[in-house]
């Protein structure tokens, strides 16, 4: 057994979309409209394109915004992607504007830093472990 996908919502989708790919990195994979403003809308790392798909979910069930501002309000990620440098990483994503809510910490073996993903969620990349 192995992830196939996995989702991290988003308040709006073609925002989300220009975050993942022009400032992370991620490829898209799929984008099918599901009706009204909705789509399928996945990327992957083009380090694995055939690889786990991230959903990026819109976020309107009633549940999710008071679930995503919790965990947002508390400092705790939705997601965390490996990277191979973490200092590396946030220099080129600070570069280009990203806000981090956790600069580069060490602690043992795994390096992190969580960011600011401007649709919601905070994201923790991860070196290590």
């Known amino acids: 057994m192995r992830i196939h996908l996995t989702s991290v919502f988003v308040d709006d989708q073609e925002k989300a979309l220009r975050f993942y790919t022009d400032v992370l990195g991620f490829e898209k994979k799929h984008?099918?409209?599901?009706?009204?403003?909705?789509?399928?809308?996945?990327?992957?790392?083009?380090?694995?394109?055939?690889?786990?798909?991230?959903?990026?979910?819109?976020d309107k069930h009633p549940a999710v915004k008071p679930y995503t501002s919790a965990?947002?309000?508390?400092?705790?990620?939705a997601a965390s992607f490996a990277v191979?440098?973490?200092?590396?990483?946030?220099?080129?994503?600070?570069?280009?504007?990203?806000?981090?809510?956790?600069?580069?910490?060490?602690?043992?073996?795994?390096?992190?830093?969580?960011?600011d993903d401007t649709c919601g969620n905070l994201i923790q990349v991860v070196q290590g472990g």
């Open 31 to 58: 984008d099918i409209p599901m009706g009204g403003e909705d789509r399928w809308l996945t990327v992957v790392s083009p380090e694995d394109p055939d690889g786990t798909e991230l959903l990026l979910e819109p």
């Open 71 to 77: 965990l947002a309000e508390d400092g705790i990620p």
């Open 84 to 115: 191979d440098d973490v200092p590396a990483e946030f220099d080129r994503l600070r570069a280009l504007g990203v806000r981090f809510t956790q600069e580069p910490l060490a602690m043992g073996p795994v390096t992190t830093a969580v960011l």
